[in-house]
Nanobody, 122 residues
Framework: VQLQASGGGLVQAGDSLRLSCTFS????????MGWFRQAPGKEREFVAT????????YYADSVKGRFTISRDNAKNTVYLQMNSLTPEDTAIYYC????????????????WGQGTLVTVSS
């Protein structure tokens, strides 16, 4: 499995940004997908996850109501729509994949993308 994250950039507080993560190598719809982030000097933290068909999503409290995770199984892609961004959202964002939800939510997913940097200026 290979994951390629993209869509990061420099934005201002209050702006929106959409991250994408393309999946290849296996059957995308068999994998739970997640997004994580790591801010400078901090540990990696869970952001959001979405189940195989996209019917169930789960978010960290810090992003709930502002971020939306979605997936397009026909395009082998998972998205993270980020609205009302704040400087505290500045981080490298990683996508992750595994066959089950527990490992994805727990941060021990088998597959990880290379990360895309999101910088939010005040």
């Amino acid at each position: 499995v290979q994951l390629q994250a993209s869509g990061g950039g420099l934005v201002q507080a209050g702006d929106s940004l959409r991250l994408s993560c393309t999946f290849s190598g296996r059957t995308f719809s068999s994998y739970v997908m997640g997004w994580f982030r790591q801010a400078p000097g901090k540990e990696r933290e869970f952001v959001a996850t979405i189940t195989w068909s996209g019917t169930v999503t789960y978010y960290a409290d810090s992003v709930k109501g502002r971020f939306t995770i979605s997936r397009d199984n026909a395009k082998n892609t998972v998205y993270l729509q980020m609205n009302s961004l704040t400087p505290e959202d500045t981080a490298i964002y990683y996508c992750a994949a595994d066959l089950g939800t527990r490992t994805v939510v727990g941060g021990t997913a088998t597959y990880w993308g290379q990360g895309t940097l999101v910088t939010v200026s005040s």
